[in-house]
């Protein structure tokens, strides 16, 4: 293991934990980086599961409370007890559903630069129509969140599949447009990430169980630990922001991001 290997993991550690849990496309972030970066391939994209565990576990302990009121088998209200299970299995189910039956096509076809550029442009268009066009808020606090609208966040985050397009964006996005105030959507998208993001992790490190050594693990654990921190500081400072502000920022960089990244695929900078 080289100072080389462990600088790129020290890279896209950065890179998974910052934007995992913001609505830029983490998997759009990592594919360019990864390309850039020349580290692609099987050992690249388990590499890639791992660090999302660790942006993963950043959130499970910042919301403890939270998954502590799961633990209850008690009728709850809101994410707690059987209705926060209720209400988080509506919201996943959708996402599994699809990726398991797309897992292949989207693997072979679509994580590539030019379709990340289509994920972050017309994500980027879709935010701001969201922050144009959304309802005023009816829901203010996830003890106020149905299952009705659990499920219409998890059809929405079927559009993430796409890579580029972000989970975090569909999701918050999705649940603005269904009446919910911007803070309360991106607290229930950093819950929803948990079952989706921990059972697809699950898969894919199960599937390549036969390509990975003991000479792997300094890289993959110091993308672990990086990708934990940089994501425990995004997820402390992204609810923050929020309180201040609109997507719109972050959609204007999302349309910014991807017409350089066409820029950088024409000129033949970075291949398509």
Do not use: N
């Not at 894919?204 to 000479?215: C, H, P, S, V």
């Amino acid at each position: 293991m080289s100072l080389t290997d462990l600088a790129i993991a020290f890279i896209l550690g950065i890179v998974e934990g910052a934007t995992e849990f913001v609505p830029v496309s983490s998997t759009g972030h990592l594919i360019v980086a990864g390309k850039l970066l020349g580290y692609d391939g099987d050992t690249a994209a388990s590499f890639e599961v791992v660090i999302q565990l660790g942006a993963i576990l950043a959130v499970a302990l910042l919301f403890r409370h939270r998954l502590t009121g799961l633990l209850t088998l008690a009728p709850g209200t809101g994410v707690a007890g059987r209705s926060g299970w209720l209400l988080l299995g509506l919201t996943t189910a959708p996402a599994l559903v699809l990726g398991a039956a797309a897992y292949g096509v989207i693997r072979d076809h679509l994580f590539s630069p030019a379709t990340v550029a289509a994920g972050w442009g017309i994500g980027g268009l879709a935010l701001l129509a969201v922050e144009r066009f959304r309802p005023r808020p009816t829901t203010t606090t996830l003890t106020a969140l149905t299952p009705r609208t659990a499920l219409a966040v998890g059809l929405f985050q079927c559009l993430a599949l796409w890579p580029g397009v972000s989970r975090a964006a569909a999701t918050i996005g999705g649940g603005m447009l269904m009446g919910i105030d911007r803070e309360a959507a991106a607290e229930y998208s950093f819950l929803a990430a948990l079952p989706v993001i921990g059972a697809a992790s699950a898969l894919e490190l199960y599937q390549a169980r036969d390509i990975l050594g003991w000479g792997d693990l300094p890289m993959f654990t110091v993308g672990f630990v990086v990708s934990f921190a940089a994501a425990w500081i995004a997820v402390r400072f992204f609810p923050r922001l929020l309180a201040t502000t609109s997507l719109r920022p972050l959609a204007w960089y999302r349309i910014a991001a991807s017409l350089l990244l066409l820029v950088a695929i024409g000129a033949g900078w970075i291949s398509g």
